[in-house]
């Protein structure tokens, strides 16, 4: 019979997110590094989206973003307005608040198909 | 003794009487050639006209027969090729890599040995359909000479190439039906988990967070 790819699949994704979370995580770090806070606010909407939607809270790789997003704040105050280091504060503050439900990939997503599928 | 008269004529005089007389040679399939009061049939009698509607026919399955027969070789080949290839790709699977059941049907239909006959039956089906003879195996009910000739050739393949029939029984019929709809239904997976890849390689975190909640939604994972 053929394999039931359904674990195998859900393996993939989280691993790929775990991974991908990092990464983002990084590149959040070296945008606020360049006061570039409109990037970093960009990138830290996927980041949510990916650990809440995809990840578990216990998962080892969700508190390492969330420290790496701190380290990065902490260095951002008093290098940039108030307001923009609210806007950061509040987005990673919610890295670490909000519970981890499917629906936080909608709120990226929205009603956005990628171009491959034959739409915009 | 018989004697035949043969009177060449351009396709614009016969058009032109035709035309006048309404009457003409009426084509109802490629199988099936009437000739109707044609002018120069008058000259012959009734059962002239049926020997040589006969003949004519004869002689459209030996053209039939002669075009099957020039394909046949490179059906054949596509067919054994692509069994080769599916088989291959199914041995050579390294377990951790991804799922390629549903790369194509083919493989859908290999992946499982209860449909190893049926696996065959298609692959064959798609190397007909593909050639230029543009035929498939089911047109092949309603032409038995042919079908015996590609049967012939197919049983002369030997193991593991041979197919024990190319009719198919209706609940064989059925099966592959159900076979067919089952892929369909987990083949859109198949896309989504490939763009899944490809956006976290591309870095474009708006396609993969797309393609993730889709496969979410699809197998409906949980935390």
């Known amino acids: 019979m053929v394999k039931d790819p359904t674990s195998y699949i859900s393996k993939l994704l989280k691993n790929l997110a775990k991974v991908n979370v990092l990464k983002l995580a990084l590149y959040i770090e070296r945008d606020l590094k360049n006061l570039n806070v409109d990037a970093a606010l960009e990138k830290i909407s996927f980041v949510i989206a990916l650990v809440k939607g995809v990840l578990r809270q216990e998962d080892p790789h969700v508190p390492q973003v969330r420290m790496i997003l701190n380290e990065a704040l902490t260095e951002l105050k008093e290098k940039v307005p108030e307001d923009q280091y609210n806007k950061v504060k509040t987005e990673v503050y919610?890295?670490?608040?909000a519970m981890h439900v499917v629906s936080e990939l909608d709120k990226v997503v929205k009603?956005?198909?990628?171009?491959v599928l034959g739409s915009s | 003794?018989?004697?035949?008269?043969?009177?060449?004529?351009?396709?614009?005089?016969?058009q032109a009487e035709l035309q006048t007389r309404k009457e003409g040679v009426h084509i109802i399939d490629s199988n099936d050639i009437e000739i109707e009061r044609q002018h120069y049939a008058r000259f012959l009698t009734p059962k002239l006209i049926e020997e040589v509607a006969a003949d004519n026919i004869v002689f459209h399955e030996e053209i039939e027969e002669y075009k099957f027969n020039q394909y046949l070789k490179s059906i054949i080949e596509v067919y054994k090729t692509r069994y080769d290839q599916v088989s291959q790709?199914?041995?050579n699977k390294?377990?951790?890599?991804?799922?390629?059941?549903?790369?194509?049907?083919?493989?859908?239909l290999k992946s499982d040995t209860h449909f190893e006959g049926l696996f065959k039956w298609y692959i064959l089906d798609t190397a007909l359909r593909e050639s230029q003879l543009k035929m498939q195996l089911k047109d092949l009910k309603s032409s038995p000479r042919l079908l015996?000739?590609?049967?012939?050739r197919v049983s002369s393949l030997g193991k593991p190439y041979?197919?024990?029939?190319?009719v198919l029984k209706q609940e064989e019929e059925t099966k592959i039906e159900f076979k067919m709809a089952e892929y369909n239904a987990e083949y859109p997976v198949n896309i989504y988990t490939k763009?899944?890849?490809?956006?976290?390689?591309?870095?474009n975190w708006l396609d993969a967070c797309f393609a993730a909640k889709t496969i979410v939604d699809v197998y409906r994972f949980s935390h």
């Open chain 1, 94 to 97: 919610r890295l670490g608040t």
């Open chain 1, 111 to 115: 009603d956005y198909k990628p171009k």
């Open chain 2, 1 to 14: 003794m018989s004697a035949y008269c043969l009177v060449y004529l351009s396709d614009s005089n016969i």
């Open chain 2, 89 to 91: 790709a199914l041995q």
């Open chain 2, 94 to 108: 390294d377990p951790k890599s991804p799922p390629t059941e549903l790369n194509n049907f083919a493989l859908f």
């Open chain 2, 148 to 152: 015996k000739i590609l049967e012939n």
């Open chain 2, 162 to 166: 041979s197919i024990d029939h190319l």
């Open chain 2, 195 to 203: 763009l899944l890849m490809n956006a976290f390689i591309q870095e």
